[in-house]
C-alpha cells in the first residue's frame, strides 16, 4: 500500500538490512520509470505521485508502463542481487 502510494518510507527497513543490494536495485529502477515517463511525455499536475494522481497525469498509459517496468526492474535485481548471498559470521546457521 506504501508503494502504490508513492510513500517511499516502507522500503527504508530493507535498505538498511541489505544497502549494498538494495540500493543501487532501487536506484535503477527509479531511472528507468523517470526515464520512461520523461520519453512518453507524462505530466503530473500534483505535487504526489501513487495511484491516487492517476486521473491528474497527462498520457496516463504512458505512467502506469513507466511505473510498472521501473517496479519490475527494481524487483528482478534485488531477487538477482540476493543470489550472491553474503557469508554470515558470528551466529551458527539453522
Known amino acids: 500500500m506504501m508503494g502504490a502510494s508513492f510513500i517511499t518510507e516502507g522500503a527504508i527497513p530493507y535498505a538498511v538490512a541489505d544497502p549494498l543490494r ?8 527509479s531511472m528507468l520509470a523517470g526515464a520512461l515517463s520523461m520519453t ?6 500534483a505535487p504526489h ?9 497527462g498520457n496516463w ?6 511505473i510498472a517496468a521501473g517496479a519490475l526492474l527494481t524487483a528482478c535485481l534485488v531477487a538477482g542481487l540476493k ?12
Open 22 to 29: 538494495v540500493l543501487p536495485a532501487c536506484i535503477l529502477g
Open 83 to 94: 543470489r550472491f548471498a553474503r557469508p554470515r559470521t558470528g551466529l551458527s546457521q539453522s
Open 61 to 66: 498509459a504512458g505512467y502506469l508502463v513507466a
Open 40 to 45: 512518453f511525455g507524462c505530466q503530473l499536475l
Open 49 to 57: 505521485g501513487g495511484v491516487f494522481v492517476i486521473p491528474l497525469v
